[in-house]
């Protein structure tokens, strides 16, 4: 596909109609898609998570620590981790990513009290990893191997997912695992989530990476404008590209899905949200929980209400998905 699409109110709509959001397709996959990252989650799954507790505190009746543990190619990432309000037994672990840009410290508003959770940070962001394993968002961290399906950063990152999933484990018992991921999270969320049947759902929000023939011509105020201008500097990132698209990526989800979309986002346009939350919508064995919000990346009136519904809405997700788990999951 050719041409910048306009946003011609300037509220990040592009002109787009509820219907026509609706009506976005996933990106179909390349050849060997599936093939290479079920790879990659076979090798990620023979690491030795080791993780090694640096500092702990109490916070909010949970006991959280500073975690560091070892991923692929034996570097070292921190992340947090956090046991259950008042130390009770875990009945489910929550992988709970984070936006562009990392985390400053943990947030519980979607975690149950019966959750174990882990906050990983990705390589290179965030108040624990920053530079480390890849640039900083503000050094390039979203072009970082983009030259390479194999090293590109987007696939790294959603690795490292599985091997924090890993860490989890270790750490708080074989529980059955959920994924949180917003925007950047989301999108690489989406990409993890088909291949680890260690997963029964998810909650995506606002998610990033999708549709990249669309994607590709939509001028953002995201990470999604230094890939635009790469590609139209060098053409032939878009080859790499194909096996990072979280649109293709939920096309082999079987799993209950709860997707949290924007109608107007100037940071990730709401045509890649949607084109995710369609794929899923689309997939037989999967289970798709949509929820349309007015805006996405920006402060607006009644904010607090959506988010508080929003929070309480994962909550329930993850009660469902949980009594959903004893239905043989489909390989994709």
Sequence with gaps: MTGVIADPAGDGSYGFTLDDLRAVAPVPPPPGFAERWSTWHHDALAVDPDPLVLSRERREGREVSVVEHTVAGGLRLRGWSAGTVDDRPARVGIVHGHGYGGREEPEFDRVPDDAAVFFPLARGQGALNAGIGAPTPADGHVLHGIRSVDDYV???????????????????????????????????????????????????????????????????????????????????????????????????????????????????????????????????????????????????????????????????????????????????
């Design 154 to 332: 987007l696939g790294r990152c959603a690795i490292d997912l599985w091997h924090a999933a890993s860490a989890l484990r270790v750490l708080h018992g074989e529980v059955p695992l959920y994924l949180v991921g917003e925007s950047f999270g989301g999108g690489i969320g989406a990409l993890a989530l088909p291949w680890d049947d260690r997963f029964v759902g998810a909650t995506l929000i606002v998610p990033s990476f999708g549709q990249y023939d669309l994607r590709l011509r939509l001028p953002c105020e995201g990470s999604g404008e230094r890939v635009r201008a790469h590609v139209e500097r060098h053409p032939s990132a878009r080859e790499v590209l194909r096996f990072f698209d979280a649109s293709t990526a939920a096309t082999f989800v079987r799993l209950p899905v709860r997707v949290e979309v924007a109608l107007r986002d100037r940071h990730v346009p709401p045509p890649g949200q949607f084109a995710v939350a369609n794929a899923i919508g689309a997939v037989p064995g999967a289970e798709l929980d949509l929820d349309v919000q007015p805006y996405g990346h920006r402060e607006y009136p009644g904010l607090d209400g959506v988010r508080a519904r929003a929070f309480a809405a994962t909550r329930a997700h993850i009660d469902r998905a949980l009594s959903r788990r004893v239905t043989p999951k489909e390989t994709p």
